[in-house]
């Protein structure tokens, strides 16, 4: 390693966060506090993980802990901790860039919010940074444990756009970082004074307020100590891991604050659990579901979650085999008694120990859920809103909790305003009408095109309750859920619907007289339009619209198929059938006259592919035949 001072260029993504420390979040600095003892607790369980296989990076042991200082004369805050350390390099990549994909969400996420917006640096990984806050230069001072003292290293900057790196002596392995605090200038009377913050008063509350739960002591010199005595540490915080405590021992603002120590998010959480789980497997469980979906809810392959520990030795904050991906939304600790303290990923894969606390954590939340959905309905729809596509995942990945989450699912339907997803499968059967036998749905790419649908007609003139389904989640959803509570699920657009004994054998008579009595119209629509529809038939389920698309026993909905076609993928052949509504003018007219068959079968076609929110291979075609029709229709 060369012995020179070598000064670097912050990447942009780095400066544009320095920016924004600087300028926006000052009401909110003693965030900053929060962020430097998160990662100096980080880099103690980084370090105690790494010593299960290699114990000679304890250099000889010692109790991990941090050290906050402060020096009114000098203006300085300092953070020490004896965990991990850095290396030159690892000061670099670590303090000089953000190597996170986080960095570009971390800013379209900014609120404007100053409060909100501060919580979200700890959730994307840049806390560090949130030092230049009250700082208008930072000195950090590391070592990794394992290299020799020669290969400590000085970085610092003042924040301005560079920051220098230099090699130094450091006999003590771990990371020093010391804040100068930025001065107030005269002329500016907005300016905040962060001198405040240099009060052994000030700065215990900090840690009390954000840090009380981290598990290693956070010492600081005791108050009043005589001059010339050797200063008396004491430990500021509880300095024990809140999930080892009985339930009975703590309350709910305890169970929130850690919450938002684990998860750096701003407001409350939901829900909680917290459990002792002993028999087969001896673990213990304190898991959360948020109030608010984080911003990468929708990637599957990102990390996220559970963090174990083993017998309070932290082990991974992303431990995603303990829970199945569709509850990737829920927080919290896991702490097992069984794991070995040299676990890895592949072996959680493999253990039998880690299956049973999965299914054990899954079946806790899913308790968890339903204790919301029963007795605070006003917190499970906030649930619903944040989270609910995600838990309709869980229908085709977790077959042995199918029919609890089918009775959590909550859906939009024609007996509930638009936007408002409230009616359970419980519900919706319990008000089935006399002689229903079947839950009704309607698919489509958006609510507004599902509510519109000539599906519908028949339903709403019987005051059938029919379920409104527009996530993109829920066409896959549905080939897992065929039914609930012996009620098969069915789709209105369906063809050859069967409305059961909510038709009549009246009715029933009346559409065969009507089908026959339309016979010669149906065969010319049919040879109109050849191999473009499966069949053409008269059907009795529209009552404004003059026509409609229908799919075949067995074939895939014409909302899947375009959904498949968006995504890049290959969707099976589908030829729809197209159904005619006897009663309506067009229809009507049609059946008298013949002189242009071909132009209003591919009107009719055409408004049934619009209708169900389809595109038209020929808009220009159909614009034509339309115009004809006006044109011959104004002439008569």
């Not at 519109?452 to 007609?457: G, K, R, T």
Request: aromatic share 8%; charged share 30%.
């Amino acid at each position: 390693m060369g012995a020179t001072k070598e000064t670097l260029g912050f990447q942009t993504e780095v400066r544009q966060l320095l920016q924004l420390m600087i300028h926006s979040l000052y009401s909110n600095r003693e965030i900053f506090l929060r962020e430097l003892v998160s990662n100096a607790s980080d880099a103690c369980d980084k370090l105690r993980f790494e010593a299960i296989d290699r114990p000679e990076l304890l250099e000889g042991g010692g109790e991990l802990e941090i050290r906050i200082e402060f020096d009114p004369a000098a203006r300085t805050i300092t953070v020490t901790d004896n965990g991990i350390g850095l290396s030159r390099q690892e000061a670099i990549d670590h303090l000089g860039t953000i190597a996170r994909s986080g960095t570009k969400e971390f800013f379209a996420s900014l609120t404007g919010d100053k409060a909100r917006d501060a919580s979200l640096i700890g959730q994307f990984g840049v806390g560090f940074y949130s030092s230049f806050i009250v700082a208008d230069r930072v000195v950090v001072e590391s070592r990794r444990a394992g290299l020799p003292p020669a290969e400590g290293v000085r970085w610092e900057s003042d924040g301005s756009g560079e920051f220098s790196v230099e090699p130094i002596e450091r006999a003590e392995r771990g990371t020093r970082i010391v804040l100068h605090l930025r001065e107030k200038r005269a002329d500016d009377e907005d300016a905040v004074d962060h001198g405040e913050l240099l009060s052994g008063w000030r700065l215990r509350s900090i840690v009390r307020k954000y840090s009380d739960h981290i598990s290693l002591p956070i010492r600081m010199v005791e108050e009043g100590a005589k001059q010339g005595e050797a200063p008396q540490w004491e430990t500021v915080n509880q300095a024990s891991a809140l999930w080892t405590r009985s339930k009975s021992e703590l309350d709910d603002a305890q169970y929130v604050d850690f919450y938002k120590h684990l998860t750096s998010d701003f407001e409350a959480p939901l829900a909680w659990t917290h459990n002792r789980v002993e028999g087969r497997s001896e673990y213990t469980q304190l898991l959360y579901v948020p109030s608010k979906a984080p911003f990468d809810l929708w990637d599957r392959q990102h990390r996220r979650g559970i963090r174990l520990y083993v017998r309070r030795v932290f082990i991974m904050d992303d431990a995603e085999q303990l829970m199945p991906v569709y509850l990737r939304f829920v927080k919290g600790v896991v702490d097992s008694a069984d794991l070995p303290l040299n676990v890895s990923r592949e072996i959680l894969q493999e253990s039998r120990d880690v299956r049973a606390i999965r299914e054990g954590c899954t079946k806790r939340v899913l308790s968890m859920l339903e204790d919301l959905a029963e007795n605070q309905p006003e917190k499970y729809a906030t649930f619903w809103t944040e989270f609910g596509q995600v838990l309709k995942e869980g229908l085709g990945e977790d077959f042995a909790n199918k029919e609890r989450l089918a009775k959590l699912l909550r859906f939009a339907s024609t007996s509930t305003a638009a936007g408002e997803q409230t009616v359970s499968l419980a519900q919706y059967v319990a008000r089935m009408k006399p002689g229903q036998d079947k839950v009704y749905y309607v698919t489509a790419e958006t609510e507004s095109a599902a509510r519109s649908s000539p599906h519908l007609e028949v339903f709403r003139r019987k005051e059938v309750e029919v379920l409104v389904l527009a996530d993109r989640v829920d066409e896959w959803m549905l080939s897992f859920l065929d039914g609930f509570e012996g009620k098969s699920l069915v789709s209105v657009s369906r063809g050859g619907l069967d409305l059961g004994a909510l038709q009549d054998a009246e009715e029933k008579q009346k559409v065969e007289e009507t089908a026959k009595a339309f016979a010669d119209l149906v065969g010319r629509i049919r040879g109109a339009l050849g191999d473009r529809v499966k069949d053409v038939r008269v059907t009795d389920r529209l009552t404004d619209s003059p026509s409609c698309l229908v799919s075949d026993e067995g074939e895939i909905s014409g909302t899947l198929e375009r959904m498949l076609k968006q995504a890049g993928q290959k969707a099976p052949d589908r030829t729809p059938i197209l159904e005619i509504n006897p009663g309506h003018p067009l229809v009507a007219r049609m059946k008298t006259e013949t002189a242009n068959d071909e132009g209003w079968s591919r009107l009719l076609l055409d408004q049934a592919l619009l209708a169900e929110g389809g595109q038209l291979e020929d808009p220009a075609g159909f614009v034509k035949r339309l115009n004809d029709m006006l044109l011959a229709m104004a002439l008569r």
